[in-house]
Every structure is written in structure tokens, then in C-alpha cells.
């Protein structure tokens, strides 16, 4: 999706309407790694898990969310059911994957996501 909000904006709009809908997320990729191990200059999407229900579509809807097929700088992943964020963590008002998911998503994504999984582990996960 691409949502017209600067990363700032975006890091608080974003989970404020999901909390307002009720929809549990946890915020994963490049955004929750910079959060746990800071290393990246600049993070240009936002990646969040979110466990399904016909709510995300209203939250979407508010944020005027539009489908992309490139430059999107929201990404949605559907996850089957809350036990698959179960870990996740509040900090700053917001709710963050475990490091070890972030961790794993990072090793699914292109570009320095990678790089950033490899600091991620050396940094927080210590292995």
C-alpha cells in the first residue's frame, strides 16, 4: 500500500488506527530493526502483522491507503491467527514482532534487509 504520510507521521498514524480498530499488529522488517539495533540511515516502509479480520479494511480506509504495485511504503502481512504475534512486545506505544521474527522476515526481504537481519542478530539476538 502507499499511504501519503512522511516516516514520521506514519510510525504513529499507522499503529493509532489499528489500535483504534482494534486490530492486533506487530510492526516487523526494516522499521522494528531499527527500533531493536539502530543501523540503517534511512527506512522507507513500514511492515506490520497483522491477524486478520474484516477490520483492517475500515483502518486502511481511514489512512487512505492505496493498492500499489510499487513505491508502496505500507506492507500488510496477514498472519493466520494471534498465536503467530504472540511474542510481540510494547514499547513507545507501539507494538513490535520479537526480534527473532523480525529477524526472520528480514532474511525474506531484498536489498539491505539482510545486512540489517545480520546486525540484528549480532546486535539483540546474540548468536
Known sequence: YYVAL???DATYRIPKTFD?????YALTGEAAAQHYAPWLTHVSIMRFRLVYSNRIEDAL???EAKLTTEGANL???EVAS???IAFRRREDDL???HPIQVYLDLLRLEGRAKDAAQHLREEVIGF
Open 6 to 8: 512522511n516516516h514520521v
Open 20 to 24: 483504534k480498530y482494534r486490530i492486533e
Open 61 to 63: 480506509s481511514e489512512l
Open 75 to 77: 506492507s500488510v502481512i
Open 82 to 84: 494471534p498465536k503467530d
Open 95 to 97: 507494538w513490535y514482532a
